[in-house]
């Protein structure tokens, strides 16, 4: 049985940082490219990082460059997510996945962030 599980959100300031994780199991992570997306309430789930299966040429959405950086570690199967100068609109639930073709894709639960003062 394949699972993803995030973990690692929760409640910080404007301008301060968390790292989310994904741990996966039931699969062998190094065959996937690994997704972060984001869902704030009442809109669409948007992709937020992706890294390819050999960790190189990370991208970005604009509105988190230079502020957030995915990394994975393929031995420990776990994607992170370093979130850095966090606002507001950073609040969402993230979402880890992972994509090997349009049919072998896998999705965990989310971790809530929520950025206040």
């Known amino acids: 049985q394949v699972q993803l599980v995030e973990s690692g959100g929760g409640l910080v300031q404007p301008g301060g940082s968390l790292r989310l994780s994904c741990t996966a199991s039931g699969l062998t992570l190094s065959r996937y490219a690994m997704n972060w997306h984001r869902q704030a309430p009442g809109k669409k789930r948007v992709l937020v990082a992706a890294?390819?299966?050999?960790?190189?040429?990370?991208i970005y959405a604009d509105f988190v460059k230079d502020r957030f950086t995915i990394s994975r570690d393929n031995a420990e199967n776990t994607v992170a997510l370093e979130m850095n100068n966090l606002k507001p609109e950073d609040t969402a639930v993230y979402f880890c996945?992972?994509?090997?073709?349009?049919?072998?894709?896998?999705w965990g639960q989310g971790t809530q962030v929520n950025v206040s003062s």
């Open positions: 890294i390819t299966r050999a960790g190189d040429n990370p």
């Open positions: 996945q992972a994509v090997n073709g349009a049919l072998d894709t896998y």
